[in-house]
C-alpha cells in the first residue's frame, strides 16, 4: 500500500494502480489511512518552499476524496432505494386496499336470473351446481354467499336443481314462508305464493325442507315429495306417483299408466293454466299414454279422440 502511496504523491499512478489504491482505501479505516501517509513521508520529497505537514495534510485529503465520494454515491443511492421502497410499499398497500375494496364490491354484487312465462333458462352458480328455471321464476345470489360455511340462494317459482355436494359447505335455498337444505342431490323445487303451498319432489340424494313458520323441519329421501301449505306452516310427505309427472315442465309432455281421465284432465289444467269439462260417465275411464305440453290444441285433441268426447275449455 505504501508503494502505491508513494506513487500517488508524485502522480505517477497507472489507470490500474489508481483502481486497486481505491479498492484497498476502501478497506483502511481513517487511523490506518493516516499511518500509511505518515510512515511514507520521510522518503517524500516536498515542492520547494512546501512542508511535510502541508503535502501530507493534501495526501490525506486527496485520498479521503477519493472514499468520500463513492460513499456519498452509495449513500444517496441507499436513501434513493429507501425512498423508492417506502413508496412501493405505499402504492402496493393502497393497490391492495383498492383490489381489497374492489374485490368486496364485487363480492356483494348480486345476480338475478328471472324468466318470463313462456321462458326456460339455465343459471351456472359459482360452485359448479346448476338450476334449469320454469316460466316465471327467479334465482338470485352473491359471491359472498358461495364461502368455505354455506352456499346460499333466494328462489321463487319453479326449477330442477342439480348441486354439487360438498360435505363442508351446506347448499341452503331461501323462498317465500320456507328453507331448503341440499346435501348433494337433485331435485325439483316449485314455489309460488298465489298457488298457496310448495312442493318439493326429490330424484336423488339427500335434502330438508323447513317452515320458518312453524319450524318444522322434514327430510327426504328419493322418489318423495314434500309439500309445505302456507296457511298453516305445515309439510306433508307423500311418495310420488308416476302418474304425477313432478317434472313434466322439464321433458314438455305428460305420461300416464293407467291413470284415471280425471287425473289426465288435472295436470292438463295445472300445466296449461285453464280449466276443462269433463263428462261426469267418463270418470271411471283410465288412460296410458302421452299428452303434449307444448300444443293445448294436440294435448285436448288426444283425449278427445281417445275418449270419443268433447273437452270444453275454460282459459283462466
Not at 340462494?153 to 347448499?171: A, M, W
Amino acid at each position: 500500500m505504501r508503494d502505491l502511496v508513494r506513487k500517488y504523491r508524485m502522480n505517477k499512478l497507472t489507470k490500474s494502480e489508481l483502481e486497486e489504491t481505491k479498492r484497498r482505501l476502501e478497506s483502511l479505516s481513517d487511523n490506518q489511512l493516516g499511518h500509511e501517509i505518515y510512515d511514507d513521508r520521510h522518503e517524500f520529497e516536498p515542492a520547494p518552499g512546501q512542508e511535510n505537514v502541508h503535502a501530507e495534510a493534501e495526501v490525506y485529503r486527496r485520498l479521503s476524496t477519493m472514499l468520500i465520494k463513492p460513499s456519498i454515491r452509495r449513500h444517496r443511492l441507499t436513501i434513493c432505494a429507501a425512498v423508492a421502497a417506502v413508496a412501493l410499499i405505499v402504492v402496493l398497500m393502497a393497490g391492495s386496499a383498492y383490489l381489497y375494496n374492489r374485490y368486496n364490491d364485487i363480492e356483494s354484487l348480486s345476480t338475478n336470473v328471472f324468466t318470463a312465462a313462456t321462458d326456460r333458462a339455465t343459471v351456472n352458480l359459482p360452485d359448479g351446481s346448476t338450476i334449469e328455471l320454469n316460466g316465471n321464476s327467479s334465482v338470485s345470489y352473491t359471491l359472498s354467499g358461495f364461502n368455505s360455511d354455506t352456499r346460499r340462494v333466494e328462489f321463487n317459482g319453479e326449477g330442477y336443481f342439480d348441486i354439487v355436494k360438498d360435505r363442508t359447505s351446506e347448499f341452503i335455498i331461501e323462498s317465500y314462508g320456507l328453507e331448503v337444505t341440499v346435501h348433494g342431490t337433485s331435485f325439483n323445487l316449485s314455489v309460488r305464493e298465489e298457488d298457496g303451498y310448495a312442493s318439493l319432489y326429490l330424484v336423488e340424494g339427500s335434502v330438508s325442507m323447513k317452515s320458518t313458520v312453524t319450524g318444522k323441519n322434514v327430510t327426504l329421501v328419493p322418489e318423495q315429495k314434500a309439500t309445505l301449505i302456507y296457511a298453516t306452516g305445515d309439510i306433508n310427505v307423500t311418495s310420488v306417483d308416476y302418474n304425477d309427472n313432478p317434472l313434466a315442465w322439464k321433458s314438455r309432455r305428460l305420461m300416464f299408466r293407467n291413470a284415471t281421465l280425471p287425473t289426465v284432465v288435472s295436470r292438463m289444467e295445472e300445466y296449461y293454466g285453464c280449466t276443462f269439462t269433463l263428462d261426469s260417465s267418463l270418470v271411471s275411464e283410465r288412460f296410458t299414454g302421452m299428452i303434449p305440453l307444448d300444443n293445448i290444441e294436440l294435448a285436448t285433441a288426444v283425449v278427445e279422440k281417445t275418449f270419443n268426447t268433447t273437452l270444453a275449455r275454460v282459459d283462466r
